[in-house]
């Protein structure tokens, strides 16, 4: 049982004449699960053909994305792709970092793009017991 959340790696205003990306991202499995990877609203947004791979390494707890924009350049603020995680419910309140490991974006001439890297931070808390109890129940309490 856990919770599923998205996560997105995006780029900032700043960033011009992008054209391809190389992104690990790596996370502890013993509380997240990958769920998923899609490719971001930058590059599906831009109205050109792109270029989207995901690879798992063979380490758990990362994965490496590839895209690029193919014959052209866009330019932020946008996310360049999603992950979704499940987070594994614990018995007491969990912290994690998913981190930017290593990653190259380039321009149109294939030039590396300046960057500094904000890695993610995911708390984790245990499910709140529950006890069902019906409407007539609750009334009852309140009268």
């Known amino acids: 049982h856990g919770a599923t959340f998205t996560l997105s790696v995006q780029v900032s205003a700043q960033t011009t004449s992008l054209m391809g990306y190389n992104i690990l991202v790596t996370f502890d499995p013993s509380l997240l699960q990958l769920q998923g990877v899609a490719e971001g609203s930058l590059p599906l947004d831009s109205g050109y053909e792109t270029f989207f791979f995901r690879l798992d390494p063979m380490s758990v707890g990362s994965v490496h994305v590839n ?3 193919l014959g052209n350049t866009v330019n932020g ?3 360049l792709f999603t992950l ?3 987070a594994w419910s614990p018995n007491q309140v969990q912290s994690t970092d998913v981190v930017i490991a290593a990653s190259e974006i380039r ?3 294939t030039h590396g793009i300046a960057r500094s ?3 993610g931070f995911v708390l984790i808390e245990p499910p709140i017991a529950v006890e ?3 409407w007539g129940a609750v009334k009852a309490r309140y009268r």
Do not use: E, R, S, Y
Request: aromatic letters at 6%.
């Open 107 to 109: 321009d149109g001439n």
């Open 67 to 69: 895209g690029a924009i």
């Open 117 to 119: 890297v904000q890695n």
């Open 77 to 79: 603020p946008g996310a």
């Open 84 to 86: 979704t995680f499940k």
């Open 132 to 134: 069902p109890v019906t």
